[in-house]
């Protein structure tokens, strides 16, 4: 039998540090990392990353323009996903952001719609938030991707439309349209053949 050093190694570890899960807060055996089997088994993927007409984008595309658009789980109210998002969006918990966008990585990684990505884009927190919170998710999220898919991250291709002024413009420049969206796209990204990871 082959003796796996690993395995011991992580024992050990736990033993001094045990580890948590981070859907239920159990405590994970050496053979599990970030969730224990039990929250694994909760989560129902959509594999929208498979297709092209998914829900989420043929919704999106009433809106806006986009090539495609996925999402990693059904959101269930309560269950082991959930409390993931919490510890995310509420706690500051690094780690389970990275866990669950290292996952939508290798989601994308395998999707044919996601195979000709230019690179990755970064929602732009607004500064005093980013400042409370110390960090900005979107961008820990980009990163995580753009280590699995070995693709860029645009960090400041993004602007937040800050002014009423600068919406006006906007959308004087649009003809008259309404300015929905709450950010724009920097003119040196508006090449029509780069598709970026939103
Ligand atoms: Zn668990």
């Not at 780690?95 to 884009?121: Q, R």
């Amino acid at each position: 039998m082959k003796f796996n050093y690993s395995l011991v190694f992580q024992s050990l570890v736990d033993l001094f540090f045990p580890r948590t899960c981070l859907g239920c807060v159990s405590f994970l055996t050496p053979y599990e990392k970030g969730l224990c089997i039990g929250c694994q088994l909760q989560l129902s993927p959509t594999n929208f990353n498979l297709d092209a007409n998914n829900p989420l984008a043929v919704k999106l595309r009433e809106f806006i323009p986009i090539y495609a658009a996925t999402a990693l789980f059904y959101f269930q109210k309560g269950g082991a996903f959930t409390h993931m998002i919490h510890l995310l969006k509420y706690k500051g918990v690094k780690k389970s952001g990275a866990y669950l966008s290292h996952w939508l990585a290798l989601s994308l990684k395998e999707s044919p719609l996601f195979m000709d990505l230019t690179g990755i884009l970064v929602v732009p927190l607004h500064p005093k938030k980013r400042r409370q919170r110390g960090y900005n998710q979107s961008e820990l999220i980009a990163f995580e991707i753009s280590s699995v898919l070995n693709k860029k991250v645009y960090p400041k291709a993004l602007v937040r439309i800050k002014t009423p002024y600068l919406k006006l413009r906007l959308e004087k420049l649009k003809g008259g349209n309404p300015c929905k969206m709450p950010f724009v796209v920097l003119q040196i990204f508006k090449i029509k053949k780069d598709i970026f990871f939103l």
